[in-house]
C-alpha cells in the first residue's frame, strides 16, 4: 500500500491551512438561509458551484454532511432569488 | 492565574483522552490500568495558568461496543479529574460520544462546538491536543486554532 503523504506532511498541511469558521451541518446552513433543507437541495441541483462537504459522516439514514460555511454562503449570494 | 473576565474572550484546550491524558491500551475502563503521560499536568497547568479552560473530548466506543458501562466511564472520570485536581488542573468538563453520531462524534466537531457553545469560547484562539486523524479533523472542522498531532502510543 502506498501511501499519498506521511502523517508529518498530512499534519504539516493542515497547519499550514490554518483555522476557519467551524463547519456547519447542511440542516444548519438551510436554516441559516431561511430555507427548508430539501429546497436548499434543489437549489444545489439547480445552479452550479454548490459547494461539497467538507465531512459526510454516519450511514443509513442517521448522518450528516459537514459544510464549510463561508463557501456556502459565497455560493448563495450567486443564487437568484425573486 | 489569568482569570476569564466577562470582557474577556475565553480560550480553551481541548484534549483527547486516550493517547493523549493516559497511555493508550485498549479501552482503558479500570483505574489501575489507566497511566497518565509524562507530563501531562504540567502541560495542562501552563495552558491553565495562560487563561485556557480545559475540556476532555473522547469518543469512548468501548461503552457501544460493551466492553465496559457508562457507570464504568463515569467512575474512571471522577477519578480521573480528583487527580488532576490533585495536581492543580481544573477540567471543566468532560464530553465524550460512545454511541454512532455524525453531529457529535470525532471526527465530527459536535462536542468541540457544543463546549464552545456552552462556555463562550473563541475556538479560533484555541488549542487541541489529539493523536489521532480524527482528532485533528474534529478540531478542524471546529475551527480550532491550533491543533496538535502527537505520537500514538501503546503500552
Known amino acids: 500500500m502506498k501511501f499519498l503523504e506521511s502523517m508529518g506532511e498530512w499534519s504539516n498541511r493542515i497547519r499550514r491551512a490554518g483555522p476557519r469558521a467551524p463547519c456547519r451541518t447542511f440542516d444548519e446552513i438551510a436554516e441559516e438561509f431561511g430555507v427548508t433543507p430539501r429546497t436548499l437541495t434543489a437549489f444545489m441541483g439547480h445552479y452550479p458551484g454548490a459547494p461539497r462537504p467538507l465531512m459526510d459522516l454516519g450511514k443509513g439514514k442517521i448522518k450528516a454532511k459537514w459544510y464549510d460555511q463561508a463557501a456556502f454562503r459565497a455560493w448563495w449570494k450567486t443564487v437568484p432569488r425573486k | ?155
Open chain 2, 1 to 155: 492565574m489569568v482569570e476569564n473576565g466577562p470582557t474577556q474572550v475565553k480560550r480553551a484546550l481541548f484534549l483527547d483522552r486516550d493517547g493523549v491524558i493516559n497511555d493508550n491500551g485498549s479501552f482503558v475502563h479500570k483505574i489501575e490500568n489507566f497511566v497518565f503521560m509524562p507530563g501531562i499536568f504540567g502541560v495542562c497547568r501552563q495552558y491553565q495558568d495562560m487563561g485556557h479552560l480545559i475540556f476532555v473530548v473522547t469518543n469512548q466506543a468501548g461503552i457501544s461496543h460493551g466492553y465496559f458501562t457508562e457507570d464504568d466511564f463515569q467512575t474512571l472520570t471522577a477519578w480521573m479529574v480528583d487527580q488532576f485536581a490533585a495536581h492543580g488542573v481544573t477540567i471543566t468538563k468532560v464530553y465524550h460520544c460512545p454511541d454512532y453520531d455524525p453531529i457529535m462524534r470525532k471526527p465530527a466537531p459536535g462536542m468541540i462546538l457544543q463546549a464552545a457553545r456552552e462556555y463562550g469560547i473563541d475556538l479560533a484562539r484555541s488549542t487541541l491536543i489529539g493523536d489521532r486523524d480524527t482528532d485533528i479533523e474534529a478540531g478542524r472542522a471546529a475551527g480550532v486554532g491550533t491543533l496538535i498531532l502527537v505520537p500514538q502510543t501503546n503500552l
